[in-house]
């Protein structure tokens, strides 16, 4: 039999993991308040601002698709677009269908380490960084747009390594109380 000090914490748990769509949706505004502020005023240029929502998205992926996950993934989405310099739509549906790819890519080979995952981020940010240059009517080889996207591939890479050890990390201390936990 369970303690009652168990079973409270296992319904505040599962009250959280009812709230994670909106948890994710406010990490991304902080990431992206993080991304469009506060590497700016290091002084790193734009090339090398690695895109921290798509690390999100990339944690996403690896969790079971479920309806919360399709939430969480369509809010980080759309926070990401409210500071872009990206006009319209384009970058959230990118957004949304690298999270698409990487539920399938999830369902075929193993993306529930962090080496992929960090991979598997920078080959999104290299995608999106063609797609948005192609989008503003730049050519996709042009010489500049293959800099930035190299750029953001290397230092989006170099940072997911740090934030998917973390949510990694949380996933696996909350594992125990609550089996979904943040799987959404």
């Not at 993306?111 to 960084?129: E, R, Y």
């Not at 797609?131 to 996709?140: A, D, H, I, R």
């Not at 042009?142 to 050890?165: E, H, R, V």
Request: charged share 5%; glycine share 8%.
């Amino acid at each position: 039999m369970s303690s009652p000090r168990y079973q409270t914490l296992k319904k505040t748990m599962n009250t959280l993991a009812f709230f994670s769509p909106l948890f994710f949706t406010f990490a991304a505004f902080i990431l992206t308040a993080i991304e469009s502020s506060f590497f700016p005023n290091l002084g790193v240029p734009a090339t090398f601002i690695p895109d921290l929502n798509l690390v999100l998205i990339i944690f996403l992926t690896s969790r079971p698709l479920g309806g919360r996950a399709l939430l969480a993934a369509a809010g980080i989405s759309l926070t990401t677009s409210l500071f872009s310099s990206t006009p319209g739509i384009l970058q959230p549906l990118i957004f949304f269908s690298i999270f698409l790819i990487g539920c399938r890519l999830n369902q075929t080979i193993f993306m529930n380490h962090i080496f992929p995952q960090a991979v598997f981020a920078g080959i999104g940010k290299f995608l999106l960084t063609l797609f948005t240059g192609f989008s503003m009517g730049l050519s996709p080889l042009s010489p500049d747009i293959l800099l930035k996207a190299a750029g953001g591939t290397a230092t989006t890479i170099l940072f997911a390594f740090p934030i998917l050890f973390f949510l990694n990390t949380l996933q696996e201390h909350y594992l125990p109380t609550n089996p979904n936990g943040l799987s959404i």
